[in-house]
Nanobody, 126 residues
């Protein structure tokens, strides 16, 4: 059974850091690209970052580039999202999902596929 479980969310002050984890089961990370997405109630879901573990490729939305780092540990079958220099506008529920990324001259676009976690809440506030 394929399952994705996020953890690591919480309350952090502006400028602070958090590391999110996405533990995968039922498949190997090499089989799928994994993306992080976020959503604020009432707003459209936004693709944040994506990793293709089979070749190590990583992709970031402009809004997080230089602040967030995605990585994977294949031995633990886990994908991480290190978030630094957090801003109040980063507040959202963060989801990991099997994903596809399409790279265009204007930047990457992320698409969530069949499998999603239940999300973890990140709140950036003083």
């Amino acid at each position: 059974q394929v399952q994705l479980v996020e953890s690591g969310g919480g309350l952090v002050q502006p400028g602070g850091s958090l590391r999110l984890s996405c533990a995968a089961s039922g498949f190997n990370l090499d089989d799928y690209a994994i993306g992080w997405f976020r959503q604020v109630p009432g707003k459209q879901r936004e693709g944040v970052s994506c990793i293709v573990s089979s070749d190590g490729s990583t992709y970031y939305a402009d809004s997080v580039k230089g602040r967030f780092t995605i990585s994977s540990d294949n031995a633990k079958n886990t994908v991480y999202l290190q978030m630094n220099s957090l801003k109040p506008e980063d507040t959202a529920v963060y989801y990991c999902a099997t994903a596809r990324v399409v790279v265009t001259p204007t930047g990457p676009t992320f698409y969530g596929l069949d499998y999603w976690g239940k999300g973890t809440l990140v709140t950036v506030s003083s």
